[in-house]
């Protein structure tokens, strides 16, 4: 295992040091990959443009949530939620649940534009209007990095009889008793993810992976996690059809269910950060 994930730590580390306070969507180390691949893949010019904005990060005055690189500003917008009232205005911004016993609508869940598609797109035109104040567009950075791996977690865009995007539903027995689904998809399934990948996901992809993986807009991205949570993420945890079976009240998930959900989160990172790179190249005119 730590023959795969070496490569990994190793880019992250040239990134900046994973931070040891805890993120709330995809944990750090899953926010922080997807910002690698990221980093990696944009055109030269870009990665440019980036350095020189993430330079001025300190005119956000956030010091307690530091940004030297772009891993940094992946989970930013997690660590200034400890802020208080000053950032409670984007708290809806990282989701966008939508019923996964109903069809899929883009628009639901998404009022005055208070959802996760919506600050997606909104974000990347702010990024890429070079009149904006400096403070406007480096916001705009940190949200959006954030917010297109937010997008690529299952549980951010589904929710099943109103559990809050499965954190409301608790695990019973076993050695992750306690837990909610949404924790559990956060950490531990981002964690076995990378960590069981069969080689470096942090690496130059090439043009026909970015082709396969990059595409989409936000709201294709926030279909097809809401279509993963409710043909698999769901029906792993409560044992079938769960718009079938009432509203459940405690999932059942163990080591077995954290492994077979590990190759599609690890999908997920992956286009999360190809298709963060795309949107990047685009709003920096690359």
Not at 23 to 40: E, P
Request: charged share 25%.
């Amino acid at each position: 295992m730590m023959r795969f994930i070496r490569p990994l730590m190793l880019a992250l580390a040239a990134l900046g040091t994973v931070l040891a306070t805890p993120a709330l969507a995809w944990g750090s180390l899953g926010h922080r990959t997807v910002a690698a691949i990221a980093w990696v893949n944009v055109s030269p010019h870009t990665r440019v443009q980036l350095a020189a904005l993430l330079k001025q990060a300190r005119v956000l005055n956030t010091p307690e949530c530091a940004v030297r690189t772009l891993a940094d500003a992946s989970t930013w917008a997690d660590c200034v939620r400890k802020d208080g009232d000053r950032f409670r205005f984007a708290s809806r911004w990282h989701f966008q649940d939508e019923d996964i016993c109903r069809p899929y609508d883009p628009q639901e869940d998404c009022a005055n534009g208070n959802c996760v598609t919506a600050q997606i797109d909104r974000d990347r035109k702010l990024l890429g209007q070079p009149t904006r104040s400096t403070y406007d567009r480096v916001m705009a950075l940190m949200f959006l990095v954030h917010f297109v791996g937010d997008i690529h977690q299952p549980l951010h865009s589904a929710d099943h009889a109103r559990d809050k995007g499965g954190n409301d539903l608790l695990v019973s027995g076993g050695r992750y008793d306690g837990y909610n689904m949404h924790e559990l998809w956060d950490n531990e399934v981002a964690k076995e993810a990378i960590n069981s990948a069969p080689g470096p996901m942090v690496r130059g992809y090439s043009d026909a992976d970015k082709a396969r993986f990059g595409a989409g807009e936000p709201t294709d991205w926030g279909r097809e996690s809401w279509d993963l949570a409710r043909r698999l993420v769901y029906p792993a945890a409560l044992g079938g059809d769960p718009c079938r079976s009432g509203v459940p009240r405690y999932a059942s998930f163990d080591a077995d269910a954290i492994a077979r959900a590990a190759p599609v989160a690890r999908t997920r990172l992956v286009q999360a950060g190809l298709r963060l790179a795309r949107v990047l190249d685009e709003a920096l005119g690359a």
